[in-house]
């Protein structure tokens, strides 16, 4: 299992490769934030460096972000460029491929943005990511992973490849607070299923102890 | 708008009102991810820390947490617990109720948690809280937030109850790679809607510049 205990050996090798101290700024920030520097995470790291530049945004400014997995990569999208799920700046579209799209504000219905993603004809060079990535039965979960991920920080963006698209904004809900007359508890009126909120309605993901 | 700039103010309030430097620097820390000290946010912070409070559990336990809003409310579990989207150790269920739930990590198909919930009733003696919350056409989006942000940390967590509750766990689910014969990215077999990945297949969100 990867721990934070190995973000030293990580540092080591990133100043040995020369890599920027964005990158290495980023790869700190993110394992922390992550618990853990992730194989994908340290992937999403270098997948958001690379569409903050192709964008020439900077982290600060008010960016939008899609990342098409919940694994990994949209940690890094918000740890980096504060795209995140709780300010609505963030979308995690579950498409399944390892693949983000970062783009700017925009009161227009639509706004140029670049897509970055891991490609699989480039991975070919790397043996142990590719294993990885492509969860093939000869990779060993249980071993030790300093190697995957010292390849991983060595590839860099090499493994990435990114087209320019055309990204569909979405308008701020206008809502209302409505009381669910089951539970009591208030939700926005586009979310009522009826007089209930969708939890009373049936969605349980919990029950009462 | 309310940005990072007030920040030193809300410090300034928080020491006034004698909270404890695990409050504060929570604030501090979510508001830096979240990019803005949001009210739904601050009062995501006094979630987190009473929710991590009754679960007798520290952030830097493996803990487990859902949103039942994408409001704010994610970002200070993430932030504080490091339950991320990322990392799967965060759900985040559009019920739409103010409201989170943290539980310990089990092998069991259930496990005990805590729900922790914004209290309509102990809002009632809030009346900025009140009109913010309830979405009241009465309350100004565009004047002076302060008000808003210093009933909330005087509020604290008098305006919250609880439940201890039985949260279903989930397994992790087994996968293989295959490749859209369209993109040629690689998607977890699950997600796959015959030779094609969910984009392909008719899920856009972008289309090609």
Known sequence: MITLDILPKLEEIMEKQG????IKDSVIKCSHFHS???PGLLIGVFMTDYALE?????????LYGVSETHKCAPDALQAITHCTVGNNRLKVIPIGRFAI????KSWDPEIEGVRVFVDLDKLKKYPLIYAWFTNDPSFDHHGDSLPLLEEILTAGRTILSFEDVIVTTEAKKKWKSVICTQCGETIPDY???????MSCAGTHYYRKA
């Open 19 to 22: 890599l920027s101290p964005a």
């Open 101 to 104: 799209t970062l783009n700017r």
């Open 36 to 38: 853990f520097p992730a």
């Open 191 to 197: 979310l009522a299923s009826g007089d209930l909120c």
């Open 54 to 62: 192709l964008l020439k945004a900077t982290p600060d400014e008010r």
